[in-house]
Structures are given as structure tokens and as C-alpha cells.
């Protein structure tokens, strides 16, 4: 279909090396004040978001020069200012396989948590960044002044995917390589709380839900699993995909899951009854079971929700990024992305930023839309009540089905 | 120019037309043949929807008009916690 306009570029720093220069991960910091990606060659950059995005913009307009300068007077300006953010080169001392952000600020009014700090200062704001490595160690980072807090070691392979829970309570949960989740309380020294068994190969992602209840972890072997995460126990799994399951996000209300696996497509799931609500293929005609299973050359690297609940961006091998809107079986826009192994949305849902094999990120305007009056209020009523919940409403079967999500 | 809109309550709201004019049954209601009474006075009552439920309504059409078509970034809209249910049902009935 059409092409997105306002492409902005931000090249990493230009590396020789073939290998070693993969960017595994991009993060948006949850209040939008910090973008972070892993450069390749154990480095990871925490950029201000706000002067990134003024830089784009400028770039756009005025030639190289002017933009070198004012990179000079950013570097000049911050000297003084403690609370202005700053830009940081992180040396992991490992390639990093994965990022999170982490805050002390709960991202949403959910479950109430009562925090205590023993660390950190108290009434501050925490911003921390983790980051998974070869090894299996994860680091955790100040963000504000680039210092190592944490050590946490106990996976004993590489440490793919990290994430916080959104409550604030810096809850971290890490998936390996080494088939396990850990879960890790860094208000309390980083203690590992929990060990959660029962993938048979690797994890290659995992997604909190917005309420923080629950858990996803997807991994190789056509893995799809939901943990409960007030008893860490497994809730149940999920069955549909046919190839190794790479990526997963809740919409931002938890009513829907996505999924993104090898076998080309993007599913998207209630995770509260298991049913699956909605396919997006990037093959077609669509691949029969053996060949989804196979070498396809069109495996799907990374799904993401955007902010309205209305729109996902799913990466392919195919060289494309594609936007969907989850009532329509096309993608309402799509961009050429060579290589492209991670994507994320920014923290306002304006921009998403693609990480790519050579190290680089790649940034795109985000359709723009008012969403429906109805589903404004979908969003805000799915936010608090799960599936079966909304089946016990004494409302007439066409709004139970659109709350659902099954129109 | 404008329209007014009245709630179950009798509360009347009085509004662009061209916001009223978001939800498809209004336009229909406003602009139909003669048949409906408010296509003379530029009036709809609306028997079921309660004016704290049409209020949130009006907003929405200005919020919509506001941000479609707009290079401004689009702001949250804000909906209490105990009004959703009927705003869907008003939203799902007007369709917008």
C-alpha cells in the first residue's frame, strides 16, 4: 500500500566489523524522557528522546554542519545542569542481547504497591536501565548518570529478553536461552524471587501485561506461555503457531496478546480465554504447515502494540515494516527495512524505532488516528475486566462481541 | 450553524453541526426528508442517553473534529471510571 512519510534516520556509529555489530534491542524509557539501543560491540547509547527528535526534525531542514553545531552546544549547555538528561556510552563488557527500562513510577494506575526503598534514595525517582548479555549476566544501570548499581548473575546462557513490571515496583523478569525466566526484586538488592520451568528450549521474549498480573514468555518450539505472576504459576499455553516464537506485547488495555513467530505470521490472542482473535500473514498465499515450519525466508522478528490499542508494527525478513490496524486484514502502511531485528513503540506512540543488523535504528511517523468513541471506551472498560467478565454484562450481543474483540 | 442536543434528563447541549455531525444517525436525523421533526428546529432528543452521558458525547465530537487531519499530537481522552458502559452503548447507538 502507501509508503510512510517523515522517515528519520539516526545511523549508529560506523563499526568495521561483520559480526558483533547486531542491534538486538531498542527501549523507550516509560516517561519518554530516554531512548536506548545496543550499538553492536557491547556498547549500548541512552539518548535523550526529546533532543533526538528535535535533531530528526532539523535534519530534515538544514544541512550537516548546521546540526554538527548544535551537537556542540548541547555538549556545552549540559556542563552545568544536574537535571537536564545527558547522553551515555555504556560498555557492557558483553554483547548485549537485550534492554529494559525500568521505573520507580508506576506507568499506570493498577495494583497498588507498597514501595520500600533500601538501595536507593528515598523520594526519588528511579530510572534504570538492565541489560542482558552473552552470558548470561544482567547489568543494571543508573540511567542518569550511566554508573553500574547491579550485578545479577544466575543464567547460565544468553539472558534474550527483559522486561519491568509496569506497576513500579521494579520487578525485573529475565528470559534465556538456558529455557528458564527468572525473577528478580531490585528494590531488594536484585534477589531472585523466582525460577519459572517449563519451556523445553530457548525463551526468546517475554511481556508483562499492563496490570502487571500477568506474564507471556514465547519461545522456540512453538512456545506461547501465560504465568500468573502473584503465585508464579503457569495459567496455560497457548497452541496455534507452527515455528519458534520470537516476540510478544499486550495491547495496552491486556485484552489482547500478539504474538510473532518464524512460521510468517502475527497472531493475536485473548490471553484470558486462550482463543485466537486475529491473523496477519506476510506470505501469501499462506504457507501450509510444513513450510511455515521450515526456513520460509519470511520470519516475522518482532511485533509491537502502539499506545491506542488500534494499530501493531510487525518486522519481517522480507526487508519490510509493516503497520496494521487490528480491524483490517492489510497493512494500513508499510516501509522498506532491510535487516531489521527489533522494533519498539515510543513511549507517546508517535514513533517507532526499528534496530537493524548493522548496528543502526530506524525511526517512522506512526499513522495518526483518532480513535472511535467506542473503542476509547472498549480500552477503558477491558483495562479492569478480563474476558469472562465482560461475558456476564447485560449488554446486547453485538457490544458484548465488540468488547471482545471478535468483530 | 449549531444544533442542540437534549439528554433523557432534559439537559440541552448546543453544538456546532458540523461536530454534531460526527455521528452518522445525527447527520441522518438532522438532514433526513421532512420526516423528522428535528430536521425544523435543528433539535434531537435522545430518550435513553443521560446527560452525564451525553455530555462526555459532545465532548468526544470536539475532541474528533479537533485532532483528525491535525499535525498536533493526539492527546488522551479521558473517560471516568463510571461512565463507560453507557458511553459505549451511546457511542455504539451514534455510532461514532
Excluded at chain 1, 131 to 141: A, P
Excluded at chain 1, 371 to 382: D, K, Y
Amino acid at each position: 500500500r502507501s509508503r510512510t512519510i517523515g522517515e528519520l534516520l539516526a545511523p549508529a556509529a560506523p563499526f568495521d566489523k561483520k559480526c558483533g555489530r547486531e542491534n538486538w534491542t531498542v527501549a523507550f524509557a516509560p516517561d519518554g524522557s530516554y531512548f536506548a539501543w545496543s550499538q553492536g560491540h557491547r556498547t549500548v547509547k541512552l539518548v535523550p528522546w526529546s533532543q533526538c527528535l528535535k535533531n530528526f526534525l532539523l535534519h530534515g531542514t538544514k544541512n550537516i554542519t548546521n546540526s554538527s553545531n548544535l551537537r556542540l552546544s548541547r555538549q556545552n549547555s549540559d556542563g552545568g545542569q544536574k537535571n537536564k538528561p545527558r547522553e551515555h556510552i555504556i560498555d557492557c563488557g558483553d554483547i548485549v542481547w537485550s534492554l529494559a527500562f525500568g521505573s520507580s513510577v508506576p506507568e499506570k494506575q493498577s495494583r497498588c504497591v507498597n514501595i520500600e526503598w533500601h538501595r536507593f534514595r528515598f523520594g526519588q525517582d528511579q530510572l534504570l536501565l538492565a541489560t542482558g548479555l552473552n552470558s548470561g549476566r544482567i547489568k543494571i544501570w543508573d540511567v542518569y548518570t550511566g554508573k553500574l548499581l547491579l550485578n545479577l548473575v544466575d543464567h547460565t546462557e544468553v539472558v534474550r529478553d527483559l522486561t519491568f513490571a509496569p506497576d513500579g515496583s521494579l520487578i525485573l523478569v529475565s528470559a534465556s536461552r538456558d529455557k528458564t525466566l527468572r525473577v528478580w526484586d531490585l528494590k531488594d538488592d536484585g534477589n531472585m524471587m523466582k525460577v519459572l520451568r517449563g519451556h523445553q528450549n530457548w525463551v526468546y521474549s517475554c511481556a508483562f501485561s499492563p496490570d502487571s498480573s500477568m506474564l507471556c514468555s514465547v519461545g522456540a518450539s512453538k512456545a506461547v506461555f501465560l504465568w500468573n505472576m502473584d503465585k508464579y504459576t503457569m495459567i496455560r499455553k497457548l497452541e496455534g503457531h507452527h515455528h519458534d516464537v520470537v516476540a510478544c506485547d499486550f495491547s495496552p488495555d491486556g485484552a489482547l496478546l500478539a504474538t510473532a513467530s518464524y512460521d510468517t505470521r502475527v497472531y493475536i490472542w485473548d490471553p484470558h480465554t486462550g482463543a485466537i482473535l486475529m491473523e496477519f500473514g506476510h506470505l501469501f498465499p499462506p504457507p501450509t504447515p510444513i513450510f511455515a515450519g521450515g526456513a520460509n525466508d519470511r520470519w516475522v522478528r518482532s511485533v509491537s502494540f502502539s499506545h491506542d490499542g488500534l494499530h501493531i508494527a510487525s518486522l519481517a525478513d522480507d526487508k519490510m515494516v509493516r503497520f496494521w490496524r487490528i480491524d483490517e486484514d492489510y497493512p494500513v502502511q508499510v516501509a522498506p527495512l532491510s535487516n531489521g531485528l527489533c522494533c519498539a513503540f515510543s513511549t507517546d506512540g508517535s514513533v517507532l524505532a526499528a534496530g537493524t543488523h548493522d548496528g543502526s535504528v530506524y525511526f517512522w511517523a506512526t499513522p495518526r488516528h483518532v480513535p472511535s468513541l467506542q473503542h476509547l471506551c472498549r480500552m477503558s472498560i477491558r483495562r479492569v475486566m478480563p474476558t469472562q467478565e465482560v461475558q456476564e454484562l447485560p449488554v446486547p450481543s453485538k457490544v458484548l462481541e465488540f468488547l471482545s474483540y471478535r468483530v | 450553524m449549531y444544533v442542540k442536543l437534549i439528554s433523557s434528563d432534559g439537559c440541552e447541549f448546543i453544538v456546532k453541526r458540523e461536530h454534531a455531525l460526527t455521528s452518522g444517525p445525527v447527520k441522518t436525523m438532522l438532514s433526513g426528508p421532512g420526516q423528522f421533526a428535528e430536521n425544523k428546529t435543528n433539535e434531537v432528543s435522545f430518550r435513553e442517553i443521560p446527560s452525564r452521558v451525553l455530555s462526555k458525547v459532545c465532548m468526544y465530537f470536539t475532541y474528533k473534529i479537533q485532532y483528525t487531519n491535525s499535525s498536533k499530537e493526539i492527546p488522551e481522552f479521558r473517560i471516568a471510571p463510571e461512565i463507560p458502559l453507557e458511553l459505549l452503548m451511546a457511542a455504539n447507538f451514534l455510532d461514532c
